[in-house]
């Protein structure tokens, strides 16, 4: 079992920055990649940032320049910088692990944080 725990969601204007944090426990081990997704109203659930364990990282088109996702394994923490907010950036957040065991693939939520751009 793996617990994602995110924070850091929050009202902020546009051209803003927020960072938010994704901390990872329970049974972490063989987690190979963690990521941000998002959700607005009306929209599919969309791939925003990923990292592997490798630390390589993918990011959507709509964010790249704008959104660093790093981590931190001492404390197996992801996070997600970013910068010059857009009201469309606006939706519930995601966090997301993907961990193998055996020949068997497990992913993992947490419940989401609110990010609302907006004047």
């Known amino acids: 079992q793996v617990q994602l725990a995110e924070s850091g969601g929050g009202l902020v204007q546009p051209g803003g920055s927020l960072r938010l944090s994704c901390a990872a426990s329970g049974s972490i081990f063989s987690i190979y990649a963690m990521g941000w997704y998002r959700q607005a109203p009306g929209k599919q659930r969309e791939l925003v940032a990923a990292?592997?364990?490798?630390?390589?990282?993918n990011y959507a088109d709509s964010v790249k320049g704008r959104f660093t996702i790093s981590r931190d394994n001492a404390k197996n923490t992801v996070y997600l910088q970013m910068n010059s907010l857009k009201p469309e950036d606006t939706a519930v957040y995601y966090c997301?692990?993907?961990?193998?065991?055996?020949?068997?693939?497990?992913?993992?939520w947490g419940q989401g944080t609110q990010v609302t751009v907006s004047s």
């Open positions: 997301n692990a993907a961990k193998v065991v055996s020949t068997y693939e497990y992913d993992y």
């Open positions: 990292i592997t364990s490798g630390g390589s990282t």
